[in-house]
């Protein structure tokens, strides 16, 4: 399953308004209101605050990927933001964070799922996709360089 199979331009934002991370997550969260994939907004809601809430998904390098399993999605789904202003995310390296990567996961799902948060923090990782994530001004923007990104990563696997 490839990121941009789950990830659509309409669930990019290339300007979180959030100033905490409660608020950034909601926003990222808010962008599923309307989508046929999710039955449960409240619920999907509720369970990446919850998973947060055990441990930050902060990872490192200004980047977090909050996440989390739950059956009031159909399928997997994704969003990503990116902040102008960075956030303190309670970062692993007790950095802030400017880029922002939601992922859902149906219960069953448990395998797709962790090869997807593999692939995204694999790609996260490299500095210069980073950079130009950040620098990018549109969705269209931030999906292309995703869909480069990823065709790379698959022609080098």
Do not use: W
């Not at 902060?58 to 159909?74: E, Q, R, Y």
């Not at 694999?122 to 990018?136: P, T």
């Amino acid at each position: 399953m490839k990121i941009c199979e789950i990830l659509r331009v309409g669930n990019i934002i290339s300007s979180l308004q959030g100033k905490e991370k409660t608020d950034v997550v909601n926003e990222l969260v808010d962008l599923f209101k309307n989508d046929e994939r999710v039955k449960d907004l409240d619920e999907l809601r509720n369970a990446v605050h919850e998973r947060e809430k055990i441990m930050s998904t902060g990872v490192g390098k200004g980047f977090a990927i909050p996440h989390a399993k739950t059956n009031s999605v159909n399928e997997i789904v994704a969003a990503f933001g990116k902040l102008d202003e960075p956030i303190d995310f309670q970062a692993l390296d007790e950095q802030p964070v400017n880029l922002v990567f939601l992922l859902i996961g149906k219960e069953n799902l448990v395998g797709p799922h962790i090869k997807l948060l593999s692939r995204i923090s694999r790609m996260m990782n490299k500095d210069e996709f980073r950079e130009n994530l950040a620098k990018a001004k549109t969705a269209e923007e931030i999906y292309s360089l995703f869909d480069n990104e990823e065709k790379q990563y698959f022609e080098t696997a």
